[in-house]
């Protein structure tokens, strides 16, 4: 008999919870075969077989937590698919109740006079006529009952003060508060849901977030009318040259990579009491799904034209909503890119990526009219931009031009272009 175990995933992933069983007890396996599916904090990765065989045993059920090395089921290598499992939890049956039916009789006997014996003892306690009625009454056992009586004897007032409710511990009074305070009971109908892992590792790390950083937002606005006409004149050529939509992302992911270049200590994190500036530019592009926000990372932005850029976003977002990104594409972000316009959001405070120290927030486009140099008044396409940063190597005035170099590359996107 083998015992599967749960492998190492990676380096920073040490438990998970049982998503899907994908096997049954009496299948066949062969080493290699995917058996189930575990949700881990950042992706689901599927544990395959370390043996062929049957399936034992399950010792694990869907949705169980699960740490590394843990044995959660057996496999008979020798086994036969179909019916060996079926087989031995019905031998154990059988066996069961043959070691019921062999019971010795003295066993009988003895729990018979056990039974006997302690109602005799109870009609043997000293009690007034009166306390005896009351005990009855309230459902007491007289041999519960302490009497202060100093000859032994439980009067009326012992069975009142037995039936009064105990006064429990100061700590454990003030424990059984905190878990009620904690879990609200309500008087109209409620649905509890259970967090899934990866909801509870968002929320862990948001509020590390603000925990662990003097995080700051600044905000600027674009105009997107040079952006909108060029991806209007480019759009048809750029799909049929590239086979991928020209998006909005791609202009933004360049602009954030000129505008980091200038400004390095947005593209860098605190160690210890040191600072890494990264020169590299993994830009991370937040993608929601069904299951909450993960950031799958477009590597080595800088050397991407906008082609690449747009079809590398396509790609992790497409594994994202189908929960197949490897750890590999999630890992090592060096500055998030967060888009909350597709949701209609006008403007918002996105909160970091630890440990990045900066993010860029877009948001929905929206008619403005806006003075123009000329002091007109145009109807212009307008985008607010949130720039969320780490104050404690991140000043606001490099914080503040940066928003504003980025806001000057994309209203001049043709030198995105030609530097891309």
């Given at each position: 008999?083998?015992?599967?175990?749960?492998?190492?995933?990676?380096?920073?992933?040490?438990?998970?919870?049982?998503?899907?069983?994908?096997?049954?007890?009496?299948?066949?396996?062969?080493?290699?075969?995917?058996?189930?599916?575990?949700?881990?904090?950042?992706?689901?990765?599927?544990?395959?077989?370390?043996?062929?065989?049957?399936?034992?045993?399950?010792?694990?059920?869907?949705?169980?937590?699960?740490?590394?090395?843990?044995?959660?089921?057996?496999?008979?290598?020798?086994?036969?698919?179909?019916?060996?499992?079926?087989?031995?939890?019905?031998?154990?049956?059988?066996?069961?109740?043959?070691?019921?039916?062999?019971?010795?009789?003295?066993?009988?006997?003895?729990?018979?006079?056990?039974?006997?014996?302690?109602?005799?003892?109870?009609?043997?306690?000293?009690?007034?006529?009166?306390?005896?009625?009351?005990?009855?009454?309230?459902?007491?056992?007289?041999?519960?009952?302490?009497?202060?009586?100093?000859?032994?004897?439980?009067?009326?007032?012992?069975?009142?003060?037995?039936?009064?409710?105990?006064?429990?511990?100061?700590?454990?009074?003030?424990?059984?508060?905190?878990?009620?305070?904690?879990?609200?009971?309500?008087?109209?109908?409620?649905?509890?849901?259970?967090?899934?892992?990866?909801?509870?590792?968002?929320?862990?790390?948001?509020?590390?977030?603000?925990?662990?950083?003097?995080?700051?937002?600044?905000?600027?606005?674009?105009?997107?009318?040079?952006?909108?006409?060029?991806?209007?004149?480019?759009?048809?050529?750029?799909?049929?040259?590239?086979?991928?939509?020209?998006?909005?992302?791609?202009?933004?992911?360049?602009?954030?990579?000129?505008?980091?270049?200038?400004?390095?200590?947005?593209?860098a994190e605190i160690q210890d009491t040191e600072i890494v500036l990264k020169k590299f530019y993994d830009v991370g592009i937040a993608v929601s799904t069904d299951d909450g926000l993960v950031v799958p990372v477009v590597r080595d932005a800088d050397r991407l034209d906008f082609a690449g850029i747009e079809s590398e976003i396509?790609?992790?977002?497409?594994?994202?909503?189908?929960?197949?990104?490897?750890?590999?594409?999630?890992?090592?972000?060096?500055?998030?890119?967060?888009?909350?316009?597709?949701?209609?959001?006008?403007?918002?405070?996105?909160?970091?990526?630890?440990?990045?120290?900066?993010?860029?927030?877009?948001?929905?486009?929206?008619?403005?009219?806006?003075?123009?140099?000329?002091?007109?008044?145009?109807?212009?396409?307008?985008?607010?931009?949130?720039?969320?940063?780490?104050?404690?190597?991140?000043?606001?005035?490099?914080?503040?031009?940066?928003?504003?170099?980025?806001?000057?590359?994309?209203?001049?996107?043709?030198?995105?272009?030609?530097?891309?």
């Open positions: 008999m083998k015992e599967l175990k749960v492998p190492e995933l990676a380096e920073s992933i040490t438990e998970g919870t049982i998503s899907e069983w994908l096997v049954n007890p009496g299948d066949h396996v062969e080493k290699g075969d995917p058996v189930l599916e575990l949700e881990t904090d950042k992706v689901n990765v599927e544990v395959n077989a370390e043996y062929s065989g049957v399936v034992k045993e399950l010792l694990k059920e869907a949705g169980d937590d699960v740490e590394v090395g843990d044995i959660i089921a057996t496999v008979d290598e020798n086994g036969e698919a179909g019916g060996e499992a079926d087989t031995s939890a019905a031998e154990e049956t059988k066996a069961e109740a043959a070691a019921v039916a062999e019971a010795p009789a003295e066993e009988k006997k003895k729990e018979t006079k056990v039974e006997a014996a302690e109602p005799a003892a109870a009609k043997n306690t000293l009690a007034t006529p009166a306390a005896r009625k009351r005990a009855r009454e309230l459902g007491i056992s007289l041999d519960e009952i302490s009497a202060r009586d100093p000859f032994g004897r439980v009067r009326p007032e012992d069975v009142e003060q037995a039936a009064k409710p105990k006064e429990k511990p100061a700590k454990q009074a003030k424990d059984d508060k905190s878990k009620q305070s904690a879990k609200t009971e309500f008087e109209k109908p409620v649905e509890r849901v259970k967090m899934t892992r990866r909801r509870q590792t968002i929320a862990k790390r948001l509020v590390e977030a603000q925990h662990t950083s003097a995080m700051l937002t600044t905000f600027n606005e674009v105009d997107m009318t040079a952006v909108m006409q060029l991806r209007s004149e480019r759009k048809d050529k750029f799909l049929e040259k590239h086979d991928v939509k020209l998006g909005f992302m791609s202009f933004f992911t360049k602009a954030v990579v000129g505008a980091l270049k200038e400004f390095p200590y947005i593209n396509s790609r992790l977002g497409k594994k994202a909503r189908n929960k197949e990104l490897s750890l590999d594409e999630l890992n090592g972000g060096s500055f998030t890119i967060t888009n909350g316009g597709i949701f209609g959001s006008l403007v918002s405070t996105p909160i970091l990526n630890t440990p990045q120290v900066g993010i860029l927030g877009m948001h929905t486009i929206q008619k403005r009219p806006i003075a123009m140099p000329d002091d007109t008044i145009q109807i212009r396409p307008m985008m607010y931009l949130a720039l969320s940063y780490d104050h404690r190597i991140v000043d606001g005035k490099d914080a503040v031009q940066f928003l504003v170099r980025i806001k000057q590359l994309l209203e001049d996107p043709y030198d995105l272009l030609l530097e891309g």
